[in-house]
């Protein structure tokens, strides 16, 4: 994009692309600093034209499994240039002297992100996998000028909801395709069936 002779950097940084909400429920398998037990958080950040950052709060003696309640709101973040924009979740850990001290990492393209519940497979600082550590999120993107989809824990709902505004339903396609192309199909079988039951009779 930045090759594009209609490229301005001051014009697209006033044009919000995304609205990404993020909450940080859990971690699994953190590694140790050293011998001691670790008293992990996690910041989220955008890499790029923003100096977005978001940190949870120092889960104390349990780098195993922390599950942080708080806050209940997820934290949003304003994407301006996807195309340049990384999201990156770093894990640290605070020492007996309140310092920071690294764990793990992960980062990822704004453009590959998807909405819903996901693990996040963590990385040292060489990003080599690190076994079985994970973060547990949730993640909502949001394009910016668009409602927010609506999800459906059945078809009976999303049929429902289809009657409300009278419009096609998407998951019929298949079946109306069906029903236009096989009741010739269907009868013609039926009436082969019944001669065959009729001379297998005689």
């Not at 349990?62 to 990384?86: D, I, R």
């Not at 920071?100 to 704004?110: C, I, S």
Request: aromatic share 10%; hydrophobic share 30%; with cysteine.
């Amino acid at each position: 994009m930045m090759r594009s002779d209609s490229y301005d950097p001051h014009q697209q940084k006033k044009k919000v692309q995304y609205n990404i909400k993020i909450k940080v429920i859990a971690a699994r398998h953190l590694p140790k600093p050293g011998r001691s037990i670790a008293s992990p958080f996690v910041e989220v950040e955008l890499c790029g034209h923003s100096e977005e950052k978001f940190k949870t709060i120092v889960y104390r003696d349990n780098g195993l499994n922390p599950v942080w309640k708080a806050p209940a709101e997820p934290v949003e973040f304003t994407v301006y240039e996807p195309e340049l924009t990384f999201l990156r979740f770093v894990v640290n850990e605070e020492d007996m002297f309140s310092d920071p001290n690294f764990l793990a990492q992960a980062t990822f393209p704004v453009k590959g992100i998807r909405s819903g519940y996901r693990s996040v497979p963590l990385k040292n600082g060489y990003s080599e996998n690190l076994e079985l550590a994970s973060l547990l999120i949730f993640i909502s993107v949001q394009q910016a000028g668009r409602a927010e989809e609506e999800l459906y824990s059945s078809s009976s709902q999303l049929r429902k909801k289809q009657a409300e505004h009278s419009e096609p339903f998407l998951y019929d396609t298949h079946s109306n395709l069906q029903r236009s192309t096989l009741p010739h199909q269907q009868n013609q079988l039926v009436r082969e069936s019944s001669e065959r039951y009729r001379y297998s009779c005689i």
